[in-house]
């Protein structure tokens, strides 16, 4: 039955970014309330919490280069390092549990390469349950999940594991391939 939820929303967001596939705007607001909507169907709260999420769930998927339906966990406390996306978009919703979102502005180097890359942060914006974050393509951000448990959806534009993205280090001030 929750299958049936997931293709849905697949389907409407899927719809949403036929009509406008460049305007993250409109991502970040009707993607959040598609999935608030999904979140709210009877059932899928529960089974989304009782799924494994030592790594990544792929919900959905569009092959390598279309719409990712992502469920990410964190059972213990961890903070990630800043990365980017690549050319893709993300949007991240906040399922249950918090998640610190720290987005950076570039100081050296040039936007989406590998090479020096001095950050400055630029915004730190906390999520909670029912709350989204937009992050257009090349955007500097890391998270961090502070108290333990969190569940969040990702979507993405394209599949992250077949795009170029980047890492960053902030010790070293650099910028490398993922």
């Known amino acids: 039955m929750v299958q049936m939820y ?9 719809k949403s970014l036929d009509k406008s596939p460049n305007s993250g705007g409109l991502m970040s607001e009707e993607g959040t309330a598609l999935v608030t909507k999904f979140v709210q169907e009877p059932g899928v709260r529960e089974w989304l919490n009782g799924l494994d999420v030592l790594q ?6 569009a092959g390598k280069d279309g719409l ?6 964190a059972e213990t406390a961890k903070k990630g390092g800043p990365h980017d996306h690549g050319s893709s978009w993300a949007l991240y919703y906040q399922v249950t549990g918090i998640t610190v979102m720290t987005t950076y502005r570039r100081m050296t180097g ?13 915004g730190v914006q906390e999520l909670t349950p029912g709350n989204a974050m937009y992050f257009g393509p090349n955007v500097i ?8 448990p969190a569940r969040w ?4 534009g394209v599949d992250l594991d077949h795009a170029t993205r980047l890492r960053f280090s902030l010790e070293r001030k650099e910028a490398v391939l993922d």
């Open 68 to 73: 990712q339906i992502l469920l990410h966990g």
């Open 153 to 156: 959806i990702r979507l993405t």
């Open 141 to 148: 951000h890391s998270t961090e999940h502070p108290s333990p």
């Open 110 to 122: 040039l936007d989406g390469e590998p090479g020096e890359a001095d950050l400055e942060v630029s």
């Open 56 to 61: 990544k769930v792929r919900l959905w998927g």
């Open 6 to 14: 997931v293709d849905r929303l697949a389907d409407e967001l899927t």
